[in-house]
């Protein structure tokens, strides 16, 4: 009897102990988020049942509103990129940390279909950044600065209409006196882009004219153009767009002209 006494009693006593475990994982304050160790931010409850199938509310949460992240990411961003001269003077570590930024911004997209929603996507975009070794090569988009030495990218504009499909680029360069006064300072690339069929959110122009002051090109002829031919929009809001090339790291960044 008393055997049987003592193990009955151990028996509560293991119970008694395994609720007072489970409550403290109840009430403990980490208990209200799940961690992401991939993202700096964390993202608002309603979003996360959204996506990954209901949940209950957290009773307390500091997380914030999907729109307050995205001001945030961007704030880091325009941080980031301050000293980098559209990428030109970037290292692969400030490379890898705007990538960073903008693999969570493209998570908090609020444009799903971009090349379908015009009011948005069409417009004056000027580049902000790119990661593109080509165009950190040349020190522009064109290409008409690897003609001229020191000449320099100082703008570059992509114009966008939509019905018809219309793309112009625009690109400001810095170039000698004397050049720049028989040529112009102005490359101006324009013709049409199209929806791939497969992938409605990518972006295929051919940009097949090309001019600069007096002189008119082929778009074959320019062929640093090509980086921009197919582009996958992964991100757009009212004032902001990514987008990335055909290898995934190579991206392009443009705010809306004011």
Known sequence: EYDGAMAGFGCLRSAAAACLLVGALAYSPRSHFVQLPHLRHARSPAMSATEGGSSAEPSVSTAKPDADLRAELKAEFFEVIAPLGFGYDSTPEDRAEVLEILDELEELNPTPRPLETPERFEGDWELLF?????????????????????AEMKSFVQTVRCEPNYVRYT?????????????????????FWTQQEDEPNTMVTDANKVTMGPMKYDSDQWQSLRCLMIQNITYLDEDFRVQRGLVPHVVFVFRRKQ
């Not at 990661?131 to 003609?147: C, D, E, H, L, P």
């Not at 170039?175 to 300072?185: A, Q, Y």
Request: no cysteine; glycine share 14%; proline share 2%.
């Open 171 to 191: 690109e400001t360069v810095d170039l000698p006196g004397f050049v720049s006064g028989v040529m112009g300072n102005v490359v101006v690339a324009e013709g």
């Open 130 to 150: 790119t990661t593109s070794t080509a165009v950190r090569n040349v020190k522009g988009v064109s290409g008409v600065n690897q003609w001229f030495r020191d």
